[in-house]
C-alpha cells in the first residue's frame, strides 16, 4: 500500500512538472488568457513578457509581474509608444478669464489708447477771403482742412488726413467721377510696399475708401472717406485726401463732377 502511494506521488509531481515548462515563443509573444474567452475581468490580466529577466522569468514572472501596475520604462518604450509632452501654455499656467474674454479685454484696452477725434477737425461754416469762387474745393495740406467754398465769403470747413511725408502732393485737378460706396484696387506701386494687402477689396464699411470717393483728374488720387477716424489731422495717406465717413458724405451731396479742387 505505501509504495502504491509513493508511486502515485511520483506521478503527480511529473505531471505537474510538465505543466510548468517554459512558455512557447508564440505563449511569449501573446496573454495567456484570452480576451475573447473571458470578456469582464474583475482583476488585472498579468501577463509574462520575454524582455524581463530580474525576476526570474517563466511562473515566477507570471505570478508576481504585473505590466499596468509596473509600466515599462520611458526610454525603454519605443518610440512610437511615447506620448509627446507639450509645456503647459501662458492660458493654463495664469488663472482668469478664458482666451477670448482676454482678446476682447485687449481689443479694448487697444481702442481706449487711440487718440479720439480732435474737435477742430468738427465740419463748420467759416469765413473765407480768398479768390476762389464759390463751388471750388481748396485743399490746405500743411493745416489738414478742406473747404468747400460757400456764397457770402464763407465756406465749409472739414478735417481731412492728407499724405505722409514724401507722398504729398500739390496743383490744380476737377473731380472726374464720384462713387458711392467704392470698391479698392491697390495700385502696382502700393503692392510693391505692400505685398501683403489684397488685390481687390469691394464697397463696404471695411474698405479703406470709405463711404464715397471724388475720383481726381486721371490721377490715382482721391478725396474720400474712412472708417479710421482717429487718423483725421495726421500724415497717413499715400497720397489721397481722407475724411470722416459722415463728412465725406456730406461734401459728396454738395458737389459735381467737374468741381474744381485746388491742393496747395
Given at each position: 500500500m505505501l509504495k502504491k502511494f509513493s508511486?502515485?506521488?511520483?506521478v503527480g509531481a511529473s505531471g505537474l512538472s510538465a505543466g510548468l515548462c517554459p512558455a512557447t515563443a508564440f505563449e511569449r509573444s501573446y496573454p495567456v488568457a484570452s480576451s475573447a474567452a473571458y470578456p469582464v475581468q474583475p482583476t488585472p490580466t498579468r501577463v509574462a513578457y520575454a524582455e524581463r529577466s530580474?525576476?526570474?522569468?517563466?511562473?515566477?514572472e507570471f505570478l508576481f509581474g504585473d505590466e499596468r501596475a509596473q509600466p515599462r520604462d520611458y526610454q525603454a518604450q519605443p518610440s512610437y509608444e511615447r506620448r509627446p509632452v507639450y509645456p503647459p501654455s501662458p492660458?493654463?499656467?495664469?488663472?482668469?478669464?478664458?482666451?477670448?474674454?482676454?482678446?476682447?479685454?485687449?481689443?479694448?484696452r487697444l481702442e481706449a489708447a487711440r487718440p479720439g477725434?480732435?474737435?477742430r477737425y468738427e465740419k463748420q461754416l467759416v469765413e473765407y477771403h480768398g479768390k476762389e469762387r464759390p463751388g471750388t474745393i481748396v485743399v490746405d495740406t500743411p493745416n489738414k482742412f478742406l473747404y468747400l467754398v460757400q456764397v457770402g465769403g464763407t465756406a465749409m470747413r472739414y478735417g481731412i488726413g492728407v499724405g505722409r511725408p514724401g507722398f504729398t502732393w500739390s496743383g490744380v485737378k476737377s473731380i472726374?467721377?464720384?462713387?458711392?460706396?467704392?470698391?479698392w484696387t491697390p495700385p502696382a506701386e502700393m503692392l510693391r510696399r505692400r505685398p501683403d494687402l489684397p488685390r481687390f477689396m469691394e464697397?463696404?464699411?471695411?474698405?479703406?475708401?470709405?463711404?464715397?470717393?471724388?475720383?481726381?483728374?486721371?490721377?490715382?488720387?482721391?478725396?474720400?472717406?474712412?472708417?479710421?477716424?482717429?487718423?483725421?489731422?495726421?500724415n497717413?495717406?499715400?497720397?489721397?485726401?481722407?475724411?470722416?465717413?459722415?463728412?465725406?458724405?456730406d461734401l459728396y451731396g454738395r458737389v459735381n463732377v467737374g468741381a474744381r479742387v485746388v491742393v496747395i
Amino acid at each position: 500500500m505505501l509504495k502504491k502511494f509513493s508511486l502515485m506521488m511520483l506521478v503527480g509531481a511529473s505531471g505537474l512538472s510538465a505543466g510548468l515548462c517554459p512558455a512557447t515563443a508564440f505563449e511569449r509573444s501573446y496573454p495567456v488568457a484570452s480576451s475573447a474567452a473571458y470578456p469582464v475581468q474583475p482583476t488585472p490580466t498579468r501577463v509574462a513578457y520575454a524582455e524581463r529577466s530580474n525576476m526570474g522569468g517563466g511562473f515566477i514572472e507570471f505570478l508576481f509581474g504585473d505590466e499596468r501596475a509596473q509600466p515599462r520604462d520611458y526610454q525603454a518604450q519605443p518610440s512610437y509608444e511615447r506620448r509627446p509632452v507639450y509645456p503647459p501654455s501662458p492660458e493654463q499656467m495664469m488663472p482668469g478669464p478664458a482666451p477670448q474674454q482676454m482678446m476682447y479685454r485687449q481689443d479694448d484696452r487697444l481702442e481706449a489708447a487711440r487718440p479720439g477725434f480732435d474737435p477742430r477737425y468738427e465740419k463748420q461754416l467759416v469765413e473765407y477771403h480768398g479768390k476762389e469762387r464759390p463751388g471750388t474745393i481748396v485743399v490746405d495740406t500743411p493745416n489738414k482742412f478742406l473747404y468747400l467754398v460757400q456764397v457770402g465769403g464763407t465756406a465749409m470747413r472739414y478735417g481731412i488726413g492728407v499724405g505722409r511725408p514724401g507722398f504729398t502732393w500739390s496743383g490744380v485737378k476737377s473731380i472726374t467721377a464720384k462713387k458711392e460706396w467704392p470698391s479698392w484696387t491697390p495700385p502696382a506701386e502700393m503692392l510693391r510696399r505692400r505685398p501683403d494687402l489684397p488685390r481687390f477689396m469691394e464697397g463696404g464699411p471695411e474698405n479703406p475708401l470709405g463711404a464715397r470717393a471724388m475720383y481726381l483728374g486721371s490721377t490715382l488720387y482721391r478725396i474720400h472717406g474712412s472708417n479710421e477716424p482717429w487718423t483725421i489731422g495726421t500724415n497717413v495717406s499715400s497720397g489721397c485726401i481722407r475724411m470722416r465717413n459722415e463728412d465725406v458724405i456730406d461734401l459728396y451731396g454738395r458737389v459735381n463732377v467737374g468741381a474744381r479742387v485746388v491742393v496747395i
